[in-house]
């Protein structure tokens, strides 16, 4: 019985059919290209690292009042953060269709 699954030697021609017009992205590329895409996720990521960084410092230094504005900063950050990748993904989603 004969199978509709590709074996490795329908691969290998695929390959040697497609070439090298296909363009393989490096990591480095495909950071660039995606912060391009969706800028504010990596500003909130920023944001939420900075204000979490310098709420513990502020708590270790005693300043209680400035680690509680600073925790409070980070779930506004994260918020922030997490409504950008979401409306990325629905504006993504969008142009592909």
Request: hydrophobic residues 40%; glycine residues 8%.
């Amino acid at each position: 019985m004969a199978s509709n699954e590709p074996t490795d030697l329908d691969w290998v021609q695929l390959r040697q059919e497609m070439g090298n017009t296909h363009h393989v992205e490096s990591t480095r590329d495909k950071l660039v290209r995606k912060i391009s895409e969706n800028p504010f996720v990596p500003i909130g990521c920023f944001a939420t690292a900075g204000a979490l960084s310098y709420g513990l410092w502020s708590f270790r230094t005693g300043r209680r009042q400035m680690s509680q504005k600073m925790m409070r900063l980070r779930i506004v950050a994260q918020g922030f953060t997490i409504t950008a990748l979401v409306l990325g993904v629905m504006m993504t989603g969008k142009t592909i269709k």
